[in-house]
């Protein structure tokens, strides 16, 4: 091989290489390692199958907050986040201009998507479902604001959740 | 004159080597002396930035000054400097400090680099008279040199500074982890000492004689496409070590000496692709394959399909290769048939440096905000699976509030969240379902990191493929 075809046989050989290279990362999802996307809150999003009232209430309580990032377009995931602490929420709200009102007819409206998730999903009677609608809608604003502040009770305790709702659930559970 | 020939000779290889690892050498302390320093990502990367941004603006005045004052002295000089900035770096408690000192070590460096190109071929020469009679003296200039003599003088040139490169980052490494960061610049003090008391022999002799002055000779251009390729291709590979460095250490959290193993992966290939080079094709053929291999090789890193070392290493041994090829091609073709040496060697020091900072200038904004995307992507992704997660919601909410504080105690960075699942529980059960937790959230984290420097490998690439540009136009313009 003279010079020539030397230095031809070397680049084919370079631009071979680095082409199955790139095309093997490619093969093997290399385009798609990402972290996961979040999901929008607004698409209904299955419920497991509970077991008892803890995990009904978790379920309740995801629903809830699916339905409230929903209204206000935000991810459930920030939400979340923000319903963790007192100084997570005031960050929250400041960042997307968002004021109490808003945020407790956010969390309001979550609530009802959740009855209707629960219902959906064979977890609350459609016996319930009305009364505890019509008690929900009745939750006042300031309440629904004390719901929200206290994070560990929106994920953990649906009774505190639910205030007085709570109550009506636990009895009429399927 | 007190110095033998080969000792002479290796220790201006080692100061060659010594300067010219300095671009290189701090990359695997940086993470390390961002946190001890308490600066951002962007504000450390100035301490890589500054040194090659000075070498670059300094190599050419540095190398008109070598011949103006005398190699022997403009490398005694040189050293001096770069040894006592380099003490200075060492003793730096603030940023601002290591970065003033940085500079001051490249001018030095500049100086010595740039003058040893010019000592070489007399060098050579007087070693090769060595061999054949006893040498008693020598006399510093052209007339003991040839062309041939010249051409072997780029090549030791050439291979003791892609050698110093190469070690760099694991030297660097293994001194940050062992000892400190700190160490990488009070080690180099005495060795660059050491290195110019044999310079110093010359530079008395130039003192005595006045031999250099009277030697000045008119400097031809430089070699354009060469030296831009030089630029890009230099751009594009520093892209590459310290892209991974940071991807490796900060998304990954290996210690510095894990990364300094991994890494050592790319000197390994160079070294093969020297050896490849030297029976390979012609200059233009050598640089353009060389190119080639490391667009292929920073494209692969671009797309790691997963957070795993090893899959760091093909990547790697084409970046490795391709620098070994391109490098030394580019290098050759800058300098071939120019003269003087010194001027047309500190224009490759001044493409190649020009080129890491420009890349590191381009590139930082770039992963910088990357991080900070997928540090907010990776924050939603773990509050998903947390969310999601089969285990008991009082445990949920224990690690959620663990969690957080961790996140907030991270800042900008993409965060570590092993720490909040300890203590495990006790309960065989909850204690499965807690480490699978932990294992999903890592995945994600780890996703996000490696995700977070994806573009900017890509950008690296691109720099990479401009290279090819140049290179083109050289195979139809004679330079």
């Known amino acids: ?174 | 004159m007190s110095a033998a020939p080969r000792p002479r000779l290796a220790a201006l290889a080692v100061a060659v080597g010594l300067v010219l690892a300095d671009s290189s050498i701090v990359v695997l302390a940086l993470p390390r002396i961002y946190r001890e320093l308490d600066t951002s990502v962007a504000g450390v990367t100035w301490v890589l930035v500054s040194f090659n941004l000075v070498m670059a603006l300094a190599a050419v005045p540095a190398a008109h000054l070598a011949r103006r004052i005398g190699p022997g002295r403009a490398a005694a000089i040189g050293l001096a400097v770069f040894a006592g900035a380099g003490l200075a770096c060492g003793l730096a408690e603030q940023l601002s400090t290591l970065i003033a000192a940085r500079c001051v070590q490249a001018l030095g460096g500049a100086a010595a680099v740039t003058a040893v190109l010019e000592l070489l071929p007399s060098e050579l020469a007087r070693n090769e008279r060595h061999d054949l009679i006893p040498v008693s003296g020598a006399r510093v200039g052209s007339d003991v040199s040839s062309v041939g003599s010249e051409r072997r003088a780029v090549a030791v040139w050439a291979t003791a500074g892609a050698t110093g490169a190469a070690l760099g980052p694991a030297v660097g490494g293994l001194l940050t982890e062992l000892v400190s960061w700190q160490s990488i610049f009070l080690l180099q003090a005495p060795i660059a000492i050491v290195a110019g008391v044999p310079v110093l022999a010359v530079a008395r002799h130039e003192a005595a004689t006045g031999v250099v002055a009277a030697e000045l000779r008119r400097t031809g251009r430089p070699n354009l496409l060469a030296n831009a390729a030089l630029a890009m291709v230099s751009a594009a590979i520093a892209a590459a070590l310290f892209l991974l460095v940071l991807l490796l250490i900060e998304g990954w959290r290996l210690s510095p000496i894990g990364a300094a193993i991994v890494v050592s992966a790319m000197p390994l290939a160079a070294l093969l692709g020297a050896r490849l080079g030297s029976s390979a094709g012609g200059e233009r053929a050598r640089a353009a394959a060389g190119a080639i291999l490391v667009v292929g090789g920073l494209g692969g890193l671009a797309l790691l399909p997963k957070a795993e070392v090893a899959l760091t290493l093909p990547p790697q041994l084409l970046v490795g290769v391709g620098l070994a090829l391109v490098l030394s091609a580019l290098t050759e073709t800058a300098l071939a048939g120019r003269a003087p040496q010194a001027i047309h060697g500190g224009w490759t020091i001044s493409a190649r440096h020009a080129g890491v900072a420009i890349g590191l200038i381009v590139l930082t904004p770039v992963f910088t905000a990357d991080i900070a995307e997928q540090r907010h992507d990776a924050i939603d992704a773990s509050t998903a699976v947390l969310l999601d997660a089969r285990v008991d919601p009082l445990l949920k909410l224990q690690l959620a509030q663990r969690i957080e504080d961790r996140l907030e105690g991270e800042r900008g960075k993409v965060p570590t969240i092993g720490p909040a699942f300890e203590p495990l529980p006790s309960d065989p059960e909850d204690r499965a379902d807690v480490l699978r937790l932990r294992e999903e959230l890592q995945d994600q984290l780890d996703r996000a990191a490696t995700h977070a420097f994806s573009p900017s490998f890509g950008l690296g690439a691109l720099l990479g493929l401009l290279a090819l540009v140049p290179i083109g136009l050289a195979r139809r313009v004679d330079l």
């Open chain 1, 1 to 174: 091989m003279n010079g020539g075809s030397r230095g031809t046989f070397l680049v084919v050989a370079a631009i071979a290489v680095s082409l199955a290279l790139v095309g093997a990362y490619l093969a093997a999802g290399g385009s798609s390692y990402e972290p996961a996307k979040t999901q929008d809150p607004c698409k209904p999003r299955p419920w497991r199958n509970p077991e008892g009232l803890a995990q009904i209430a978790e379920q309740f309580s995801l629903s809830a907050l699916d339905g409230a990032a929903c209204q206000l377009g935000v991810s459930r995931e920030a939400l979340a986040r923000a319903l963790a602490t007192p100084a997570a929420r005031e960050r929250f709200t400041k960042r997307y201009g968002i004021d109490d009102t808003e945020l407790a007819r956010a969390v309001r409206a979550g609530l009802l998507r959740a009855v209707d998730d629960a219902e959906r999903a064979g977890a609350l009677s459609p016996l319930l479902a009305g009364p505890l609608r019509a008690t929900l809608r009745r939750i006042p604003i300031e309440q629904a604001i004390e719901l929200i502040n206290d994070a560990r009770s929106l994920l953990n305790n649906l009774q505190t959740f639910l205030g007085p709702a709570g109550g009506l659930i636990e009895e009429f559970l399927p």
